[in-house]
């Protein structure tokens, strides 16, 4: 048996996959703890053995201002996110490391203090890439910018006393939920795994299956923390369906404020369920919904909003597998036409089908649980 702890931001996306994970570890016989900004980490991993580590409410995605885009969504995010959350969350790392004596630690790639306390204390490390952004080398056409990510990196580094590479990659093994039918060839070196999307369950939620009628069934959703946000772009795709009568439209809205008799309206759904008996799906980019709706091959609609949703779109078009819409301009004409392509156009379920083998190919969770097995473990001390 051996020990692991998973280090991660409050953030659902990125821990989803974890959670499958450490759940198939825990099938296995290993023990595995996690550790992260409280409460959040124990509400998403809806795990027993949590160690605290920085205060969740610093670091709610809702404090973020609206609007941000390109740099300075980044410079926002790698400024006031990223890097005062590792500076937070190193001394919770550092007593969950001596309470729980990990031999691996399993550190998502936003979560930069497991890295930094791993390197510190000579433990195995492996990246959760949760999302592909990373893997492709964005940056590589930006060197000023990439110069200025590492110079935040040294940063950390020298406050921490740590001399290890990019904190975003561990040298040993990077563990990435998506395939290179979506996310391309990897540009980040040879420790990359490939394992495709590991979709954990999500909680029960009550939904009316009786109301869809049997016609091609299109979702909208773009998930929980963009619904003040979205409320612009969900009003016009109400609108878009509602002008398809050979469709049946489904759009979640959290709010509960959009009105519609020839739409169905909802706050949460089953996603998963949902999107198994779905015909296409709009979105705003999220990786999650992106990979549940490419795991059951259909194609996509995706109008990114911020962070990494731009490249998730930018692979989904490249692949074949759906459009790309603009999030803060696009109208309901556009949003029909867009989904009458993606219907009707062969070329885009066959593209999806195409991700939808590669992510079967990839083996998931059981993969994932392989890769973290066959790791050199840690020297324990007395």
């Not at 659902?12 to 825990?26: K, N």
């Not at 990990?102 to 492996?126: E, K």
Request: with cysteine.
């Amino acid at each position: 048996m051996s020990r692991f702890l998973l280090v991660v931001p409050p953030l659902t996306g990125h821990v989803a996959p974890l959670r499958a994970v450490a759940a198939e570890l825990g099938e296995r016989g290993h023990d595995v703890a996690w550790c992260g900004p409280e409460p959040i980490t124990s509400e998403l991993t809806r795990a027993g053995r949590v160690f605290a580590a920085g205060d969740a409410l610093e670091f709610a995605v809702e404090r973020r201002p609206e609007g941000l885009r390109g740099f300075a969504a980044l410079k926002f995010l790698w400024e006031q996110y990223l890097v005062p959350l590792a500076d937070a969350m190193v001394p919770g790392v550092e007593k969950a490391v001596d309470a729980f004596r990990p031999d691996v630690v399993i550190v998502d790639q936003q979560a930069f203090a497991g890295t930094l306390v791993a390197s510190r204390r000579s433990l195995p490390w492996v990246t959760s890439a949760s999302t592909s952004t990373e893997l492709g080398d964005p940056l590589g056409g930006m060197p000023k910018i990439a110069a200025w990510i590492d110079g935040l990196q040294d940063g950390l580094r020298m406050r921490n006393k740590v001399s290890c590479g990019d904190l975003r990659f561990s040298p040993d093994l990077v563990l990435a939920f998506t395939t290179e039918a979506l996310a391309g060839p990897r540009a980040n070196g040879g420790a990359v795994r490939f394992v495709g999307p590991a979709l954990a369950p999500a909680p029960p939620v009550g939904f009316p299956w009786h109301l869809l009628d049997g016609r091609p069934l299109v979702l909208v959703t773009l998930g929980t923390a963009n619904a003040a946000l979205g409320r612009r772009f969900l009003s016009e795709c109400v609108d878009a369906l509602a002008g398809l009568p050979d469709v049946q439209g489904l759009v979640v809205d959290p709010s509960g404020g959009l009105l519609s008799d020839e739409v169905l309206l909802a706050k949460r759904i089953p996603q998963a369920e949902v999107v198994r008996k779905a015909a296409a799906v709009i979105c705003h980019g999220g990786h999650n919904t992106v990979s549940e709706s490419l795991a059951s091959g259909l194609p996509l609609l995706i109008a990114p909003i911020r962070d990494d949703q731009s490249m998730l779109a930018q692979q989904v078009e490249a692949a074949g597998a759906g459009v790309r819409l603009r999030f803060d301009r696009v109208k309901a004409p556009d949003i029909r036409d867009a989904i009458t392509e993606v219907l009707t156009v062969p070329g885009y379920a066959a593209a999806a089908g195409r991700v939808r083998t590669s992510f079967a190919a990839a083996g998931g969770v059981l993969a994932a649980a392989d890769h973290l097995e066959s790791l050199p473990l840690a020297t324990k001390g007395p």
